[in-house]
């Protein structure tokens, strides 16, 4: 038996998903149903994080028992995470969560060493890893529900100074656009992730379908789906370019569910990328559609927590 693994774990809305790692490989997957979205909105903010603690103890626990040698946990978690305490600065799904310290709390409970990580920080992390460690870094774009964003800049994450970098997800990209959840109007996310696409759809249609079934209207020639489509693959490219031109990154991966339908959206994406770009930039910038399978939160999680440890 290997003496050197670790789990990271992917916290979702509706789920859970620990992965036991041998280095960066992938020995076994489980998945836990929890909703805390929910449980945070019925519970007192006391008991909702004791359940968190309870529930992702119990999956962790299933894992010992089969796994003697676990060294180190880490978590991605939908968050902010404030970069020196590593505490929950705040959840914009998981409310009443203000300054939990879940890894401390946990490494308490298993005396193992946790680490606490931006849900979307993991995954670029864990596609940093899967591209071999590319020179200078690598942006991640995750198009799920929400749109989520990840920087490696130099081999490291980079979250900020309140663990608010990379929300790229609410970059206006509409002035007076669409009511986003952060209370601005006119967020990226609004129109690029799944339920951007929705609503787009909804909105042109009356009908209401979800982004994959709106992707097979669309291959199937359905006009009303192809635009939705189409402002996606654009929304997302104003804000991509508008990111490099902070940065400067040559690298960048775009994962999440929405990402399945990218050769609906790519054409549009590039045109638009590209030319949003400035010309010293232009053509340089790598963009690569994730082939990790979801995977890529629970492998940069892991891989943190051995690199903390
Ligand atoms: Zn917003």
Redesign the pocket.
């Known amino acids: 038996l290997s003496t050197n693994l670790s789990i990271g774990i992917d916290v979702g809305g509706t789920n859970i998903r620990f992965g036991v790692f041998n280095q960066a490989n992938l020995v076994e997957e489980m998945r836990l149903e929890a909703n805390f979205s929910q449980l945070c909105r019925d519970l007192s903010p006391e008991y909702a994080s004791y359940e968190i603690v309870r529930v992702i103890s119990s999956g962790i626990i299933g894992i010992i028992e089969k796994y003697y040698t676990i060294q180190s946990v880490g978590i991605g978690f939908p968050g902010f995470i404030h970069p020196d305490s590593k505490k929950i600065v705040a959840s914009p799904n998981l409310s009443g969560l203000s300054y939990f310290n879940l890894a401390g709390e946990l490494s308490r409970i298993f005396s193992l060493p946790f680490t606490l990580e931006n849900d979307a920080n993991a995954a670029a992390y864990g596609e940093y890893i899967l591209a071999s460690k590319p020179e200078g870094g690598l942006i991640y774009a995750g198009l799920g529900t929400g749109v989520g964003g990840g920087l490696v800049l130099d081999g490291k994450i980079y979250a900020g100074q309140q663990g608010c970098a990379m ?1 790229i ?2 970059i ?1 990209i509409e002035p007076n656009g669409r009511q ?5 109007k006119g ?4 129109y690029a992730s799944a339920s951007g696409i929705v609503i787009s759809y909804n909105s042109a249609t009356q009908k209401r379908c979800s982004a994959a079934q709106i992707a097979e209207f669309a291959h199937a020639g359905d006009k009303d789906a192809i635009t939705a489509y189409t402002l996606a693959a654009n929304s997302l490219a104003q804000a991509l370019a508008s990111v490099i031109k902070v940065v400067d990154v040559r690298n960048v991966v775009i994962g999440g569910g929405v990402a399945a339908a990218w050769p609906l959206m790519k054409p549009a994406f590039m045109q638009r990328f590209e030319a949003d770009l400035i010309d010293v930039l232009r053509n340089t910038i790598k963009i690569k559609i994730s082939n990790a399978n979801d995977k890529a939160g629970m492998l940069g999680a892991a891989m943190l927590s051995v690199e903390a440890s």
């Open positions: 929300e997800g609410h206006i986003c959840g952060c209370g601005n967020c990226m996310e609004q």
